[in-house]
């Protein structure tokens, strides 16, 4: 797919504390996907990139941020899924100076995309995923850093640990920014859309998505980044959340409420049905306790793809369940 030329992408920013900036990455609709510019010194960082339809509106984004491409250091990935890190490599042609930063299993899939696109085809099916990533552009295996575990980067002396963060995916990672007081949590800390704010603050779900979902892990990657007590997080589904220990409970809590589901559905004629309805049934009634602000037919719409997702994810953590 052709890149729209920069001058002609109009970025929707969102300004936030301490040099960070989203963007929306136009990803399916406004407002379900934002990479992140983090500024200081001089230097700057994105955090995710969205797609290579995202591009355009990532350097239109530098552009009004006053942001030169030569002074983006890095392309910090929590991972590899595509609406994360599809445009990674077309925007590492276009920032001369920037390093991919990588989980270990993430790595080699930037570098030769080619099992990645093809897990993805078989997720989103061939017509789909052509509309919603195009070519992958391989990212050079010189321009990539690998991280471990603890780990920490330097944006012009700005600290960031690199923490691994299994549940969502294996090849996961996050950022903690410390002096901060934040942490970039790609989907490790769930998905919280802006249009089901309530007068309570934000309202938030986990994301279950195919193929590598692990309960226990998920929720041990999340008592890991509660433990750091920050008082924001920065989603790629939506951007900024505060309230921190209130979302990171609720997302337990309904972590093991989906597996429960899926477990009770193991056997139903139409599993995939089951699990979904089950799960639609308990994302109304929290976001009715909650207040949030849609109606239950406006409310399911917007989690539609959510739905679908989390619903795949939970059949290949019980389909692996079952022939371990």
Known sequence: MPDRPAALATPRLFRHPDGITAVDTEYVHPGHAAAHIVQHGGRAAFVDVGTNDSVPYLLAALDVLGVAREAVDYLLLTHVHLDH??????????????????????????????????GSRAVYGEERFGKLYGDIVPIPAGRV?????????????????????????????????????????????????????SPRGAFIIPTTTPTQFDPEQLIASVDRLLAYSPQAM?????????????????LKGQIRELTRIAEQSADAPDRPAAIRAGMGGLWRELAARHGCPLPPERLLALLEGDLELNTQGLIAWLDRRRHA
Request: net charge neutral; charged share 20%.
């Open 85 to 118: 890190a599809g445009g990674a490599g077309r925007l590492m042609q276009m920032l001369p100076n920037a390093t991919a930063v990588l989980h270990p299993r993430g790595a080699p899939h930037m570098i030769d995309p080619a099992k990645l696109t093809a």
């Open 145 to 197: 850093r690998v991280t471990r575990d603890a780990d920490t980067l330097s944006l012009a002396g700005r600290e960031l640990e690199i923490l691994h963060t299994p549940g969502h995916a294996l090849h996961h990672q996050v950022f903690v920014d410390r002096a901060h007081a934040c942490i970039f949590t790609g989907d490790t800390f769930g998905i919280s859309y802006r249009e089901l704010d």
């Open 234 to 250: 920065y989603l790629m589904h939506f951007s900024r959340v505060t309230d921190v220990p209130r979302l990171g409970e609720s």
